[in-house]
């Protein structure tokens, strides 16, 4: 849509507020993109008291082209976004479409009664509608489900109605309050119980398929809680973790394509299932390196744990990969780009890329035994350990453009797949001028002025942001204890490690930050994913070394 036909909207939007004593109240952009002028910008990981996606068929996608309010979106199968409002009456006007593909057909729900039914919009077409909508309860009910096909979209929201007289919660999420430390020291702590509890919420989670689909749309997300349920069914002895687990890998690698690549989402059908065309558009689309680095990791971590027959086909789907496609996007300095990319190949070092790969080629030299993985994963590593400040901030190279700068240490949505990298090539490197520099780096990232001790809050945990950082943030307690176990010394070490463990073996704390927390409300949006992170970190306090196949 021109960016006049906007105004008129606009325009009109303030004529009808005007004309019956009403105002604009809201005005929402969906989607991971800019915000267009005017609205607030809601992604699928936004979770606040007064609105929020509640269900977890969402997602989101920037396609980076056109106008700002439509370059970007969210998506899923059936989900509620709820609103909290004085009760009365309400228009709505709501944009829909893609600028790459046709969606729906799907209805509009609201209050539970379908106000608009077999919505479609085709390739670059946006739809506008307005509706009306009476409120009770103090909370606006608005629903999009999939009838047909496989997912809505929803550009934007505009919410016209009278003022409003007082702001309403819609929900009463666990507490954002980082506990003290005498509350903190008053609990026990038990990992190995609540290691066992964060596999029984993950299995209890699983798809039809054996995948997580229900709840995680993309590989990435995944592949943590598998990577918990390896460790379980090692620590357990419990063959039902690791059987699925083995379900959901063979699913995965039948998803593999032509390329030796995999698409970042998780498909419907497998690869011999899909029409040439679909194939064809899958390898042009997004096949980034960043997202399969995490989930084409636990083939090499799985595999000695298998039998002979998945074991040989999860190595060869793993060496295929690392050999037919991800090397193609190894630079000179050893960085990784991310890969294809909504439609682009990356050319510029990224580092979450840089992380992950480095784990997966780390994880395959391990199982394959051969160095040239482990070089491969050495360059990545040192390309990050490179890029650190003396202050403890590392270093972000942005994935699509030739931009770096300096970010928090608390930013925990990258930087945790940093780790990932580091660690695994600490594990296993002979390069002892390499483990001299991740001692050193690590000692600014731990210890230094903005570092990981210096930016707790109450001197225990790191104040939670939103749930996608938050459940990144419960993997980090793996780097204190591998930094210790790698001989680093730090004031304070010890009783921020112990500190860690209980915040996240214990429910009431750990929920906060979305471990073991329902993945249909807001908190727990990331919650299949946070419950792998916090299970790793669960992991390594109960049998140090076996998420790095280094005991």
């Known amino acids: ?216 749309h993309e590989w990435y997300r995944m592949s943590y809680g598998l990577r918990t349920l390896l460790a379980g069914s090692v620590i357990f002895d419990q063959p039902r973790y690791r059987e699925a687990v083995e379900r959901a890998l063979d699913e995965f690698v039948a998803q593999q394509l032509p390329n030796g690549a995999w698409s970042s989402g998780i498909q419907a059908k497998r690869t011999s299932e899909q029409p040439p065309e679909t194939i064809m558009g899958l390898m042009a689309g997004t096949t980034n390196l960043a997202d399969i680095g995490s989930i084409v990791s636990c083939l090499s971590i799985a595999a000695p744990r298998v039998d002979a027959e998945r074991r040989k086909r999860y190595i060869a789907a793993a060496q295929r990969y690392a050999d037919e496609y991800a090397v193609r996007f190894i630079l000179p300095s050893g960085a990784f780009t991310n890969g294809r990319w909504q439609g682009q190949d990356m050319t510029v070092p990224y580092s979450v890329a840089c992380g992950t790969q480095a784990m997966n080629f780390a994880a395959l030299s391990v199982v394959t035994g051969q160095e040239k993985y482990l070089h491969v994963a050495e360059g990545a590593a040192r390309f990050l350990l490179d890029h650190w400040q003396p202050d403890g901030r590392p270093i972000h190279c942005h994935h699509a453009k030739d931009v770096q700068r300096v970010t928090a240490a608390t930013n925990f949505g990258d930087i945790f797949y940093y780790h990932e990298g580091i660690l695994w090539v600490a594990h296993h490197t002979r390069d002892q001028g390499l483990l001299k520099q991740v001692r050193r780096v690590y000692g600014w990232h731990i210890a230094g002025e903005k570092g990981l001790l210096a930016e707790r809050e109450n001197g225990v945990w790191w104040p939670p942001r939103d749930p996608w950082t938050n459940s990144k943030a419960a993997g980090m307690p793996c780097v204190l204890m591998a930094y210790q176990r790698l001989g680093g010394t ?62």
């Not at 496989?150 to 702001?167: H, S």
């Not at 430390?181 to 398929?209: N, Y």
Request: aromatic share 8%.
């Open 1 to 216: 849509m021109g960016r006049h036909r906007w105004l008129v909207l606009q325009v009109v939007l303030a004529m009808t507020a005007a004309q019956l004593g009403a105002e604009v109240l809201y005005r929402f952009d969906f989607g991971p993109g800019p915000a267009s002028p005017g609205y607030t910008k809601v992604t699928a990981a936004t979770a606040t008291p007064y609105y929020a996606w509640i269900g977890a068929r969402v997602s989101e996608r920037d396609r980076g082209k056109g106008e700002t309010l439509t370059r970007d979106f969210i998506h899923g199968q059936d989900a509620e976004f709820r609103l909290g409002l004085d009760d009365g009456d309400y228009t709505l006007t709501l944009t829909f479409g893609d600028p790459d593909f046709p969606h729906g057909p799907f209805d509009v729900l609201v209050g539970g009664r379908v106000v608009l039914a077999d919505v479609q919009t085709g390739k670059n077409e946006f739809k506008t509608e307005s509706i009306q909508a009476s409120v009770t309860g103090q909370a606006l009910s608005l629903r999009l489900r999939a009838t047909k096909a496989p997912n809505w979209t929803l550009c934007a929201l505009v919410v016209e109605g009278p003022p409003q007289r007082a702001k309403h919660a819609i929900l009463a999420g666990p507490s954002r309050v980082v506990p003290s430390p005498a509350e903190i020291d008053a609990r026990t702590a038990d990992p190995r119980r609540a290691l066992r509890e964060c596999c029984e919420f993950l299995m209890q989670h699983r798809g039809p398929r054996g995948v997580f689909e229900d709840y995680v």
């Open 490 to 551: 730090a004031p304070g070490l010890d009783e921020a490690i112990r500190r860690c463990i209980t915040f996240v073996a214990n429910p009431e704390y750990r929920q906060r930050i979305g471990v073991t927390a329902d993945p249909l409300m807001p908190w727990g949006r990331f919650g299949v994913a946070a419950t792998g992170f916090g299970g790793l970190t669960l992991a390594e306090a109960v049998r140090p070394g076996l998420i790095y196949m280094a005991e």
